[in-house]
T-cell receptor
Framework: AQSVTQLGSHVSVSEGALVLLRCNYS??????LFWYVQYPNQGLQLLLK??????LVKGINGFEAEFKKSETSFHLTKPSAHMSDAAEYFC???????????????FGTGTRLAVRP | DSGVTQTPKHLITATGQRVTLRCSPR?????VYWYQQSLDQGLQFLIQ???????AKGNILERFSAQQFPDLHSELNLSSLELGDSALYFC?????????????FGPGTRLTVL
């Protein structure tokens, strides 16, 4: 079974500061990794995903994440926080290998990001 | 707007009752997924359908059932409701079966069981 651990349920940064949200995964097969963002009263929106290839993945809204196999990590970063980044962020790993096993997502517990003016 | 629609947006009901949540996937998407988001258990996968057939099952209670119809919309039926079933229920859709396919999430149905 695959799992995801997000360290820090709440992170607070100042506007303009670096954002770092931590995600570690456990997987018995090569993982497919995702970061989703959830704004209040909305569904989840994909920020970025890692499938294969380049380990540094760029996403929307200036976010990026680096897949580090040796550390089983997929931390999310943004160089300069903006007030509009305040939301809840979820790291997820794809379970199974697709096909008849399905491709469900296993989510971490989420990190709520607050941005101080 | 993800293109995935869910109705109703809010649902308030009593213990012991039965409700049906409806999801319409993005145009052309064959896979539909149901997830439950609660304070206790976070975001959990319930069940996946692909082109009308059940593909994968998570920790879905026996009181819950789902189906995907020929027009690809899906319904999640929750029966004998308990207080603990209060949660946000998300539907997501994707185009195929590959594990790297993006899942597009609907806005959710918030279920309150009183």
């Amino acid at each position: 079974a695959q799992s995801v651990t997000q360290l820090g349920s709440h992170v607070s940064v100042s506007e303009g500061a670096l954002v770092l949200l931590r995600c570690n995964y456990s997987s018995s097969v090569p993982p497919y990794l995702f970061w989703y963002v959830q704004y209040p009263n909305q569904g989840l929106q994909l920020l970025l995903k890692y499938t294969t290839g380049a380990t540094l993945v760029k996403g929307i809204n200036g976010f990026e994440a680096e897949f580090k196999k040796s550390e089983t990590s997929f931390h999310l970063t943004k160089p300069s926080a903006h007030m509009s980044d305040a939301a809840e962020y979820f790291c997820a790993v794809s379970d199974g290998v697709g096909g008849s096993s399905g491709d469900k997502l296993t989510f971490g517990t989420g990190t709520r990001l607050a941005v101080r003016p | 707007d993800s293109g995935v629609t869910q109705t109703p947006k809010h649902l308030i009901t009593a213990t012991g009752q039965r409700v049906t949540l409806r999801c319409s996937p993005r145009s052309g998407d064959l896979s539909v997924y149901w997830y439950q988001q609660s304070l206790d258990q976070g975001l959990q996968f319930l069940i996946q359908y692909y082109n009308g057939e059940e593909r994968a099952k998570g920790n879905i209670l026996e009181r819950f059932s789902a189906q995907q119809f020929p027009d690809l919309h899906s319904e999640l039926n929750l029966s004998s409701l308990e207080l603990g079933d209060s949660a946000l229920y998300f539907c997501a859709s994707s185009g195929g079966l590959a594990v790297y396919n993006e899942q597009f999430f609907g806005p959710g149905t918030r279920l309150t069981v009183l």
